[in-house]
């Protein structure tokens, strides 16, 4: 292949192909007499074998008079690599001076594959030449990266931005190998007018894949769907792995011949790894993962979720039928900074993700709702298994079923919060029978203004403020450590093992039975069950008449801290404040 260009002072690999025990092809690089690269075939001459691979240079021969060592480059689409490296003479550890001593060029440095980079000595060095090779790679991966503008050509090489194809054009090339990468130009690619592929999916693909948009902003790079008109999902994956980079996935619907992940499907063999960071999922559909649908079974997707928005995504079908997870199901991998914005869930469980990821960390749940009136199901998240949250804000999120959180029928799940913010929603946690029981621990919380709290487990170090506390099925708290309970309606506690350090004032009825294990707790009001009045006996325990609350601030925004002269102030035990 005469574009294979001169390797110069490099080897090459030699190699064989059988068929069986037989040897069939020997092939053998070599030099023409015009210094051209080809190959040799030993065994039949001429070759007859019309497929043509890429070469990668062997061991470094030292009959040039410069050495270097370079890194793969990554290319751009757009800009050559030219880099500079540390050039010394060979054998030699002195480096040399770019300008004074040597100039470079640089031969098919605008490709993926193999480059040159042509040593010229100067002044001291004149005469003396070097050519030292180096590898143009993809930024994404061990292959290479297919270019896409709006308004491409499908028969265009995708080779570069100069050469953008098509969206289909550079899928098609992409799925070529593993580990190739998709670019996509800023701009809205529009698939409303595109016949998708009989699996209800607009591309597929079995190979280990990247697709990245070009600015890396998701607001300038979108990918259009075709709705209920043309419902189907923009992309089924089977591949090892599947990165998405910087782009919106919108309007499109898993409602037809496939139903499962609206915008994406993970369909692999084995559980494949999916990593999305920067994107954009709204208004898409599907009866399972709305947005996404991470696998089946033992094959559910692992990998990493960051800084992504789901927006108005659904599990949606007619009637009551079953429906989960209104952006994300069964993504098994980490999910740290997303916000899931009015997602929903028809007929059943989590308005917005249903499974079990491995973390949930530093997100957002807003007006979240699952529809369904079942007390299994949730209006944020629901799974088989228990979930645990770090730093997350959770706001108005609604579900018939009175549940934002919950776990799975009979499962015991085990609900872990920490320094997390809850406003304005339902019930927090399901409680609703004997039979499917959730068990939720809060740590440095701030809880307002939610219409149901069914209690916890264990709270420690939180702040619970006008908030509707229910009492059923296991809802009585079990240890509290360090709180703080304000202006909330209904008993704020009963059915305690253990108090600690907890102020209780405005609600209800801040205590409603007495226990030699509440330690150093200040409160107004404490009823027997019997709604007769009843005094705390614990030690430090103290009955106030006004805690003087100080005035709401950006620390305190329902004014619950407490003024310098509050009798609330220095009366806890400070060795406990952490258990």
Request: charged share 15%; glycine share 12%.
């Amino acid at each position: 292949d005469d574009t294979v260009g001169n390797y110069g002072s490099y080897k090459l690999y030699s190699f064989k192909i059988f068929d069986g025990e037989t040897l069939i092809h020997d092939f053998v690089p070599c030099k023409t007499d015009e210094g051209v690269v080809t190959l040799f075939d030993a065994v039949d001459s001429p070759a007859t074998l019309t497929t043509y691979g890429t070469f990668k240079p062997g061991d470094e021969v030292l009959d040039s008079d410069f050495a270097a060592t370079v890194e793969p480059q990554p290319f751009d689409g757009e800009h050559p690599c030219e880099p500079h490296p540390a050039i010394t003479l060979v054998g030699e550890t002195t480096v040399l001076t770019e300008g004074t001593d040597y100039t470079l060029t640089w031969s098919n440095n605008d490709r993926f594959g193999a480059a040159t980079i042509n040593v010229t000595g100067i002044n001291a060095y004149a005469g003396k030449t070097g050519q030292i090779s180096f590898r143009v790679v993809s930024p994404y991966g061990d292959g290479v990266v297919y270019y896409a503008k709006v308004g491409g050509d499908d028969a265009a090489t995708c080779a570069d931005w100069a050469n953008a194809g098509s969206l289909s054009a550079a899928m098609a090339k992409a799925a070529a190998s593993d580990g190739n990468a998709v670019a996509l130009d800023d701009g809205t690619f529009d698939l409303s007018g595109c016949e998708p592929l009989d699996s209800g999916s607009f591309f597929e693909t079995e190979r280990l894949l990247t697709i990245v948009s070009r600015g890396g902003d998701p607001e300038k790079c979108v990918v259009l769907g075709g709705g209920a008109d043309k419902p189907a999902r923009f992309l089924a994956a089977s591949g090892s792995g599947l990165t998405l980079l910087g782009v919106t996935l919108t309007n499109f619907q898993a409602m037809a011949t496939s139903t499962s992940g609206g915008a994406v499907l993970c369909n692999a063999s084995v559980a494949m790894t999916l990593n999305v960071s920067n994107c954009v999922f709204s208004g898409n559909a599907a009866y399972y993962g709305g947005a996404i649908h991470g696998g089946a079974d033992n094959r559910l997707a692992k990998g990493l979720m960051v800084d992504c928005s789901f927006v108005a995504d659904e599990a949606r079908r007619s009637g009551t039928d079953q429906t989960m997870g209104g952006a994300l199901y069964n993504f098994a991998g980490q999910i740290v900074g997303c916000r899931f914005e009015r997602c929903k869930s028809t007929g059943h469980r989590g308005g917005a993700i249903c499974g079990v990821p491995a973390l949930i960390s530093n997100c957002v749940f807003v007006a979240n709702h699952a529809q369904r009136a079942d007390h299994r199901y949730s209006g944020a998240v629901a799974g088989g298994g228990s979930f645990t949250f770090y730093n997350c804000v959770f706001s108005n999120n609604t579900s018939n079923s009175g549940n934002m959180i919950r776990g799975g029928d009979g499962s015991g799940a085990v609900h872990k919060l920490y320094d997390c913010q809850l406003f304005g929603n339902c019930q927090i946690c399901g409680y609703s029978s004997v039979e499917y029981p959730d068990y939720l621990y809060l740590y440095r919380c701030k809880v307002f203004q939610n219409t149901g709290i069914c209690g916890a487990t264990a709270s420690e170090n939180c702040l619970y403020v006008g908030n509707k506390i229910t009492s059923n099925y296991h809802a009585s708290w079990g240890k509290l450590y360090n709180c703080t309970f304000a202006n909330n309606v209904g008993t704020a506690m009963s059915g305690l093992s253990e108090c600690k350090n907890v102020l209780a004032f405005g609600n209800t009825v801040d205590f409603q039975q007495d226990s030699a294990k509440y330690t150093y707790c200040q409160y107004k009001t404490a009823k027997s069950q019997y709604n007769q009045d009843i005094v705390l006996t614990g030690v430090g325990c103290k009955q106030i008449a006004d805690p003087k609350f100080a005035d709401a601030d950006d620390l305190h925004p329902y004014g619950c801290g407490l003024k310098k002269r509050s009798p609330a102030v220095g009366a806890g035990d400070p060795s406990i404040w952490t258990v």
